[in-house]
């Protein structure tokens, strides 16, 4: 099992220089420079600003410097904010990300799990009918638009309510959180809910379903004991994709509800062709979701013993 | 075992053929087998006929809308379908030189008076002088204009200006419609009073005979007096805010979101399978060189990725940006159908079918070509009917945050980016790109759902 683990987390090590490797040899061949301002300098002023950010070395100097940095955890200084660290910027705006991202996650794994379940109990009747019909449309409709339409709806609320019932922008409370956050979920959420379903239905065709009822339990514990818990398991192998998903998903939902999170800072950076924001926000993102990726294994084997013998 | 009697008859030599015509139905190939599957399962030829529905209104419809995507109508700005299009025609625009005293004041607390009749050329306000006893200098107002009406003093809406007589003429963006003006005199530290008074103007379209004619709604020769009303040119679907056809942009806008959401899941796919076929049929060494780098490329971030090709790649000008967004999702997404393919082709690699035509002499191309790829086949094609609607959405997401296609290329990511800003106004121009981006990604979800299950046998009632 540790051995195991020390595979994957090698591995993941490997995944991030690549990562941080494309990136660098990537922003590198961009045309462009990110010298050129908006202000006219001296060939003196120039030279020191490359100095000053080490880009008159030779690139695989560069390159070196760069990964000894990254290796350091250190992001470098964002080209367009002066003295303005990588490092500080996703300090500042990760944890609202995240924040959000979490809350989208819990909200996508219990609705998943509960509307899952509910469909396969009442299978081919009206309530397995209109949620996946739910499900559907949750699964065709781009997420921006999903965004755009509940603020729009937030609009209309409060505007029949006559007081903000719930801001339609922002950060700050929880109230500010809530439907940004179920945004973000709600196509994880249909994902998950499809995922669940096939899994409940899977497992009630299952041996170990017809023993329980064989030996006469009551039907609501071979639902929670037996059928819930083993349908479960796959909504789990995929929560470790899923927090990938989110985590991008949320560029969208943090322009349209105007939340000061990271995605909505790396949109900025990408416009402004801020550099070191670019690759810092990247190689970020990169490793936190291989090691959600790793994390989601781990727990994996945590709640399915099979797993944890097989490894 | 049941006791027959059996006669002489029955061991008598039958005619070459005549066994044949006793089969109860032809022996169906699996192609067949599942086309007829797919025919019985209403949702997916449902989706099937929308797909074709669609892809003929992008493809023919621009022949029968012969509408240019960028043409702007700047009488018809941001307009929803079935709006008004009466058009009446007016005076040239003039400059007003106002003459207080000839007009009759309104009876309301400052006097707010419309000069003349509203149009779209100008809304004329004026309002009776105040000057306060204890202040002897000049009075001073803002104007505000609202789309609705206000409700305190917190939602006057746009400040049109800061005026110190006691006129007003508003030239800015007028559409035919109701404004609220509301007028709040301010006090000598140019803070605002109690007060204030509002006013609802109707707005009403004009035109001038000379641009009539310039806009080919009158005849050069066609002679017309004032005040009489035309229609102006038809927008089934309404206008953007640029004043350009909804109905054509959404033609042309499809062809860019249906390409991409078609060739990039085909091109990625193509490139996958041969990547997965070589990786699988090699095996040993190779394969597993193989595999780790398709696993470190699917460890990329793809939006993040996708974004930093799109930089890289950059979009130089009088280009639509689309090849940059295609190579892209190739570089980023072959990794997915090379595992699913090599996965098929190990596994079919030992089927006894496949040792059989060894045996038999057949080359390696024979087997791969003849034996292996076309049972993968099904596989393959449900990959990528699944994949259509996710580059559909990915190139949607791009344009959203725009990144996708340059303008002014439409794409219906683009237009939803473009629709969204105006959300709360002209609901229509996001409404109907979306709409369609939604029910394009419904069709090939519910497509491959039906697929899977035809082709598939092994997946069949799972869902």
Same mark, same amino acid.
């Given at each position: 099992?540790?051995?195991?683990?020390?595979?994957?987390?090698?591995?993941?090590?490997?995944?991030?220089? #690549?990562?941080?490797?494309?990136?660098? #040899? /990537?922003?590198?061949?961009?045309?462009?420079?990110?010298?050129?301002?908006?202000?006219?300098?001296?060939?003196?002023?120039?030279?020191?600003?490359?100095?000053?950010?080490?880009?008159?070395?030779?690139?695989?100097?560069?390159?070196?410097?760069?990964?000894?940095?990254?290796?350091?955890?250190?992001?470098?200084?964002?080209?367009?904010?002066?003295?303005?660290?990588?490092?500080?910027?996703?300090?500042?705006?990760?944890?609202?990300?995240?924040?959000?991202?979490?809350?989208?996650?819990?909200?996508?794994?219990?609705?998943?799990?509960?509307?899952?379940?509910?469909?396969?109990?009442?299978?081919?009747?009206?309530?397995?009918?209109?949620?996946?019909?739910?499900?559907?449309?949750?699964?065709?409709?781009?997420?921006?638009?999903?965004?755009?339409?509940?603020?729009?709806?937030?609009?209309?609320?409060?505007?029949?309510?006559?007081?903000?019932?719930?801001?339609?922008? /922002?950060?700050?409370?929880?109230?500010?959180?809530?439907?940004?956050?179920?945004?973000?979920?709600?196509?994880?959420?249909?994902?998950?809910?499809?995922?669940?379903?096939?899994?409940?239905?899977?497992?009630?065709?299952?041996?170990?379903?017809?023993?329980?009822?064989?030996?006469?339990? %009551?039907?609501?514990?071979?639902?929670?004991?037996?059928?819930?818990?083993?349908?479960?398991?796959?909504?789990?192998?995929?929560?470790?994709?899923?927090?990938?998903?989110?985590?991008?998903?949320?560029?969208?939902?943090?322009?349209?509800?105007?939340? %000061?999170?990271?995605?909505?800072?790396?949109?900025?950076?990408?416009?402004?062709?801020?550099?070191?924001?670019?690759?810092?926000?990247?190689? #970020?993102?990169?490793?936190?979701?291989?090691?959600?990726?790793?994390?989601?294994?781990?727990?994996?084997?945590?709640?399915? %013993?099979?797993?944890?013998?097989?490894? | 075992?049941?006791?027959?009697?059996?006669?002489?008859?029955?061991?008598?030599?039958?005619?070459?053929?005549?066994?044949?015509?006793?089969?109860?139905?032809?022996?169906?190939?699996?192609?067949?087998?599942?086309?007829?599957?797919?025919?019985?399962?209403?949702?997916?030829?449902?989706?099937?006929?929308?797909?074709?529905?669609?892809?003929?209104?992008?493809?023919?419809?621009?022949?029968?809308?012969?509408?240019?995507?960028?043409?702007?109508?700047?009488?018809?700005?941001?307009?929803?379908?079935?709006?008004?299009?009466?058009?009446?025609?007016?005076?040239?625009?003039?400059?007003?030189?106002?003459?207080?005293?000839?007009?009759?004041?309104?009876?309301?607390?400052?006097?707010?008076?419309?000069? =003349?009749?509203?149009?779209?050329?100008?809304?004329?306000?004026?309002?009776?002088?105040?000057?306060?006893?204890?202040?002897?200098?000049?009075?001073?107002?803002?104007?505000?204009?609202?789309?609705?009406?206000?409700?305190? +003093?917190?939602?006057?809406?746009?400040?049109?200006?800061?005026?110190?007589?006691?006129?007003?003429?508003?030239?800015?963006?007028?559409?035919?419609?109701?404004?609220?003006? +509301?007028?709040?005199?301010?006090?000598?530290?140019?803070?605002?009073?109690?007060?204030?008074? +509002?006013?609802?103007?109707?707005?009403?379209?004009?035109?001038?005979?000379?641009?009539?004619?310039?806009?080919?709604?009158?005849?050069?020769?066609?002679?017309?007096?004032?005040?009489?009303?035309?229609?102006?040119?038809?927008?089934?679907?309404?206008?953007?805010?640029?004043?350009?056809?909804?109905?054509?942009?959404?033609?042309?806008?499809?062809?860019?979101?249906?390409?991409?959401?078609?060739?990039?899941?085909?091109?990625?796919?193509?490139?996958?399978?041969?990547?997965?076929?070589?990786?699988?049929?090699?095996?040993?060494?190779?394969?597993?060189?193989?595999?780790?780098?398709?696993?470190?490329?699917?460890?990329?971030?793809?939006?993040?990725?996708?974004?930093?090709?799109?930089?890289?790649?950059?979009?130089?000008?009088?280009?639509?940006?689309?090849?940059?967004?295609?190579?892209?999702?190739?570089?980023?997404?072959?990794?997915?159908?090379?595992?699913?393919?090599?996965?098929?082709?190990?596994?079919?690699?030992?089927?006894?079918?496949?040792?059989?035509?060894?045996?038999?002499?057949?080359?390696?191309?024979?087997?791969?070509?003849?034996?292996?790829?076309?049972? +993968?086949?099904?596989?393959?094609?449900?990959?990528?009917?699944?994949?259509?609607?996710?580059?559909?959405?990915?190139?949607?997401?791009?344009?959203?945050?725009?990144?996708?296609?340059?303008?002014?290329?439409?794409?219906?990511?683009?237009?939803?980016?473009?629709?969204?800003?105006?959300?709360?106004?002209?609901?229509?121009?996001?409404?109907?790109?979306?709409?369609?981006?939604?029910?394009?990604?419904?069709?090939?979800?519910?497509?491959?759902?039906?697929?899977?299950?035809?082709?598939?046998?092994? =997946?069949?009632?799972?869902?």
């Amino acid at each position: 099992m540790l051995k195991y683990f020390a595979k994957r987390l090698v591995l993941g090590l490997v995944t991030i220089w #690549f990562i941080a490797s494309a990136t660098f #040899f /990537g922003m590198h061949a961009v045309p462009g420079d990110p010298l050129a301002g908006d202000k006219a300098v001296t060939a003196q002023i120039r030279a020191n600003l490359a100095a000053k950010y080490g880009l008159d070395k030779p690139l695989g100097t560069q390159y070196l410097i760069y990964l000894g940095n990254i290796a350091k955890g250190d992001f470098g200084i964002s080209y367009t904010q002066e003295n303005r660290r990588v490092n500080d910027i996703i300090r500042e705006h990760f944890p609202i990300s995240a924040t959000l991202g979490i809350l989208a996650i819990v909200f996508a794994g219990l609705g998943g799990v509960l509307w899952g379940a509910l469909t396969a109990l009442y299978r081919n009747r009206w309530p397995d009918v209109v949620i996946m019909f739910l499900v559907i449309l949750g699964i065709s409709v781009p997420s921006f638009v999903v965004a755009a339409i509940s603020q729009w709806s937030l609009v209309g609320l409060n505007v029949a309510a006559g007081t903000t019932v719930l801001p339609i922008g /922002g950060w700050g409370s929880v109230w500010h959180m809530l439907v940004p956050a179920l945004v973000l979920g709600l196509s994880t959420m249909a994902y998950l809910t499809r995922l669940m379903r096939s899994s409940m239905l899977e497992v009630v065709s299952t041996d170990y379903i017809r023993t329980a009822k064989a030996k006469g339990l %009551p039907a609501t514990q071979i639902f929670s004991r037996h059928q819930l818990r083993n349908a479960i398991l796959p909504v789990i192998t995929v929560l470790g994709p899923a927090i990938a998903g989110i985590t991008t998903g949320g560029f969208v939902v943090e322009i349209v509800f105007a939340i %000061p999170g990271l995605g909505r800072y790396f949109v900025q950076a990408i416009q402004q062709l801020d550099y070191t924001v670019i690759m810092g926000t990247t190689v #970020f993102y990169g490793a936190f979701l291989v090691f959600m990726v790793i994390l989601v294994d781990l727990l994996y084997g945590l709640v399915d %013993p099979r797993v944890r013998v097989d490894q | 075992m049941s006791t027959t009697d059996l006669t002489p008859a029955d061991f008598q030599q039958l005619q070459s053929g005549a066994a044949a015509a006793q089969t109860p139905r032809p022996s169906l190939s699996y192609w067949a087998d599942a086309w007829r599957r797919l025919r019985a399962n209403p949702r997916a030829m449902i989706s099937m006929s929308l797909i074709v529905f669609l892809l003929a209104f992008v493809s023919i419809g621009p022949g029968l809308w012969r509408v240019d995507p960028a043409a702007q109508d700047l009488d018809q700005i941001g307009i929803g379908p079935g709006a008004d299009r009466q058009v009446t025609l007016a005076e040239p625009f003039q400059q007003w030189q106002p003459s207080i005293s000839d007009i009759a004041l309104a009876d309301n607390p400052l006097g707010l008076t419309l000069a =003349m009749p509203a149009n779209t050329q100008a809304v004329r306000l004026i309002w009776s002088e105040q000057v306060p006893q204890q202040q002897p200098q000049q009075t001073r107002y803002r104007l505000y204009r609202n789309l609705f009406a206000p409700k305190d +003093t917190g939602s006057f809406g746009l400040p049109l200006a800061v005026v110190d007589r006691s006129w007003f003429e508003d030239r800015l963006d007028l559409q035919p419609g109701t404004y609220h003006y +509301t007028l709040v005199a301010l006090d000598a530290d140019g803070a605002e009073t109690a007060s204030a008074v +509002t006013q609802a103007v109707d707005v009403i379209r004009v035109i001038s005979i000379a641009e009539a004619r310039q806009r080919g709604l009158l005849d050069a020769k066609e002679t017309a007096e004032l005040g009489q009303s035309l229609e102006l040119a038809w927008h089934p679907l309404g206008t953007d805010y640029l004043g350009r056809d909804m109905l054509a942009r959404l033609m042309y806008g499809g062809q860019v979101s249906l390409f991409i959401g078609i060739f990039a899941p085909l091109a990625f796919v193509l490139l996958g399978v041969i990547y997965g076929s070589v990786s699988g049929f090699l095996g040993g060494v190779t394969d597993q060189a193989m595999m780790r780098f398709a696993d470190f490329v699917v460890a990329l971030p793809f939006l993040l990725f996708m974004i930093l090709f799109k930089v890289i790649f950059g979009i130089g000008p009088g280009e639509s940006g689309i090849w940059p967004m295609l190579v892209a999702m190739i570089i980023l997404l072959w990794p997915a159908p090379a595992r699913l393919v090599r996965g098929q082709i190990l596994q079919i690699r030992e089927e006894g079918y496949v040792s059989a035509s060894r045996l038999l002499g057949g080359t390696t191309s024979y087997v791969v070509g003849r034996h292996m790829l076309p049972n +993968t086949l099904g596989v393959i094609l449900v990959t990528m009917t699944f994949q259509v609607p996710s580059a559909i959405f990915t190139e949607a997401f791009l344009s959203f945050i725009g990144m996708g296609v340059a303008p002014p290329t439409p794409s219906w990511g683009a237009m939803c980016n473009e629709g969204i800003k105006s959300m709360l106004t002209r609901p229509h121009e996001l409404l109907f790109p979306a709409m369609l981006i939604s029910i394009t990604v419904l069709a090939f979800n519910l497509l491959g759902d039906g697929l899977r299950d035809a082709l598939d046998a092994r =997946m069949r009632g799972s869902e």
